[in-house]
């Protein structure tokens, strides 16, 4: 998209390259059915968006976000398990299938955790479902944790090496966005 304009169409082609002076349109299930029908290669397209909570009441929050992490869904809130899929309408099976998984999670110390756990290797690792990821964090001293993108995309690096097995044959999986951890300046 370009200008609110459909420049290229791709179904089912993965990923997408975005232009660095537009947008790229992703759809899946009935809205991809929709956007199959009535979006053409120069079709005029204008959108309105708005975020809101899974947790009614909770909409007045949304205005004073600075920043998002795209992920899910939520794993432990107060230090209980606490699994959103059904609230944020995944998948069917997305949480309850072995998957390679990736969180980050907030110990009571308030330090951070990033947790990969490698999947859909035989002999190697099944993966996780997210109740098993979930307990796990607890067992490391989460209280509040969420899912991160996972799959094929569940890659550690530390120290520019990669310390987890990529599930995709190729590796490694370019990807648009990842949490990037520093060390202080002194």
């Given at each position: 998209?370009?200008?609110?304009r459909v420049t290229?169409i791709?179904?089912?082609?993965?990923?997408?390259d975005?232009?660095?002076?537009g947008?790229?349109?992703?759809?899946?299930g009935r809205p991809r059915?929709?956007?199959?029908?009535?979006?053409?290669?120069?079709?005029?397209?204008?959108?309105?968006?708005q975020l809101?909570?899974?947790e009614?009441g909770?909409?007045a929050n949304?205005?004073?976000?600075?920043s998002?992490?795209?992920?899910?869904?939520?794993?432990?809130k107060a230090?209980?398990i606490?699994?959103t899929?059904?609230?944020?309408?995944?998948?069917?099976?997305?949480?309850?299938?072995?998957?390679?998984?990736?969180?980050i999670?907030?110990l009571?110390s308030?330090r951070?955790?990033?947790?990969?756990?490698?999947?859909?290797?035989?002999g190697?690792?099944?993966g996780?479902?997210?109740?098993m990821?979930a307990?796990?964090?607890?067992?490391?001293?989460?209280?509040?944790?969420?899912?991160l993108?996972g799959?094929?995309s569940?890659t550690?690096v530390v120290h520019?090496?990669i310390?987890n097995?990529?599930?995709?044959?190729?590796?490694?999986r370019?990807v648009?966005d990842?949490v990037?951890?520093f060390?202080?300046?002194?």
């Open positions: 998209m370009r200008r609110n290229t791709g179904d089912l082609k993965g990923s997408s975005f232009p660095a002076d947008y790229v349109i992703s759809a899946v059915e929709w956007v199959k029908i009535h979006v053409r290669k120069g079709s005029k397209v204008n959108f309105k968006w809101s909570s899974i009614p909770n909409d949304w205005l004073r976000v600075y998002i992490l795209g992920g899910g869904p939520q794993l432990i230090g209980k606490a699994i899929d059904k609230q944020e309408k995944m998948a069917a099976g997305f949480a309850t299938e072995g998957r390679p998984r990736t969180a999670a907030k009571e308030g951070i955790l990033l947790v990969t756990v490698d999947g859909r290797q035989p190697i690792s099944a996780m479902t997210l109740e990821l307990e796990l964090l607890l067992e490391f001293g989460a209280i509040e944790a969420m899912n993108d799959g094929g569940t550690m520019n090496k310390v097995r990529p599930s995709d044959q190729t590796g490694e370019p648009s990842a990037l951890i060390p202080k300046p002194n």
